[in-house]
């Protein structure tokens, strides 16, 4: 049986296990992996600014900067890591003033490999989509 961990479309994106044995304890263990991210975005990815926000009703936003969002999206025990390009409103506002979405897109190209070293840092397995927003993962036993 697989089930579908959904992630913003275009996004870079690691995922990784958050099942803890006792389902009690799942609370805990997605507060500590927020905490774990925003560490290590502080640490590798300066430049984004702690921020609290929802794209759609599964995707959340736990940091942003001028061109992108990192957020985390969990489903069925996965956790999905991932820096995808700004979507908000005051983004679209900027973009229509010029090629911000370009700017934006090499930027995330530059900054890559920085957070290709952030997913690895939290266990995560990194997974370069084309343009499918979900991946099925088997049910965990």
């Known amino acids: 049986?697989?089930?579908?961990?959904?992630?913003?479309v275009g996004a870079q994106v690691g995922f990784c296990l958050l099942a803890p044995s006792d389902p009690r304890e799942w609370s805990s263990?997605?507060?500590?992996l927020i905490a774990d991210i925003r560490r290590q975005i502080r640490s590798l990815l300066p430049n984004?600014?702690?921020?609290?926000?929802?794209?759609?009703?599964?995707?959340?936003?736990?940091?942003?900067?001028?061109y992108a969002d990192i957020g985390l999206s969990?489903?069925?025990?996965?956790?999905?890591?991932w820096m995808a390009e700004?979507?908000?409103?005051t983004f679209r506002a900027r973009a229509s003033w010029g090629d911000l979405r370009g700017e934006a897109r090499d930027w995330m190209t530059r900054i890559g490999p920085r957070f290709d070293e952030m997913l690895m840092r939290l266990g995560c397995i990194q997974h370069l989509p084309a343009d499918d927003p979900s991946i099925l993962w088997p049910l965990a036993a």
Not at 86 to 89: G, I, P, Q, T
């Open 86 to 89: 700004r979507e908000d409103s």
């Open 1 to 8: 049986m697989a089930h579908t961990v959904n992630y913003p």
């Open 48 to 66: 984004f600014e702690s921020h609290v926000a929802w794209r759609g009703c599964s995707d959340r936003v736990l940091a942003r900067n001028p």
């Open 74 to 81: 969990v489903a069925h025990g996965m956790a999905a890591v």
């Open 29 to 32: 263990a997605y507060n500590r």
